[in-house]
């Protein structure tokens, strides 16, 4: 039984969990997190939106695409009675939305993941120095 308390004393339980925590974020989502934070806040956003514009546009393109391709006998029946610069300004303003609505989303979900990776990495910060403290007793 005294064996047992020696090895109880030795080991600090608070020490081990705490531990084991900051180990379990440092393999899952502290990669991730000191990822994103190693941008500035506005790199890191305007980045993000840049990204989401440009898979906006490849979006568009291709469902522009096949909306040309299924209606294109139509389209081909009716080009010389529509207006195409009215259909072209319909098309840039439908494509201006688009990208507008994603850009909008892309730049609150950006956003939001920056400020949780900031505090998250604070949180792990502090608590690293938690561990330390324990080590100086």
Same mark, same amino acid.
């Not at 030795?10 to 969990?17: A, F, G, H, L, R």
């Not at 608590?127 to 007793?137: E, H, Q, T, V």
């Given at each position: 039984?005294? /064996?047992? =308390? ?14 084991? *925590?900051l180990? $379990?974020? =440092? $393999? ?19 980045? @993000? ?5 440009? /898979?906006?546009?490849? $979006? ?6 096949? #909306? ?8 081909? @029946?009716?080009? #010389? *009675? ?32 920056? $400020?949780?990776?900031? *505090? ?6 502090s608590?690293?120095?938690?561990? /330390?403290?324990?080590?100086? *007793?």
């Open positions: 039984m005294a /064996a047992v =308390e020696r090895y109880r004393i030795m080991i600090n339980e608070e020490k081990v969990i705490l531990m084991t *925590k180990a $379990s974020y =440092e $393999s899952h989502r502290g990669k991730k997190d000191i990822a994103i934070t190693h941008y500035f806040r506005n790199d890191y956003i305007g980045f @993000q939106v840049l990204k989401s514009t440009i /898979a906006a546009t490849i $979006s568009f393109l291709a469902l522009f695409g096949i #909306y040309v391709l299924y209606h294109f006998e139509e389209l081909m @029946q009716d080009i #010389y *009675k529509m207006d195409l610069l009215e259909f072209g300004k319909d098309v840039v303003i439908l494509y201006l939305c688009v990208v507008g609505a994603y850009g909008i989303v892309s730049y609150i979900v950006s956003a939001t993941r920056y $400020s949780r990776a900031k *505090k998250s990495l604070k949180n792990y910060y608590s690293l120095k938690k561990l /330390a403290g324990m080590y100086d *007793k």
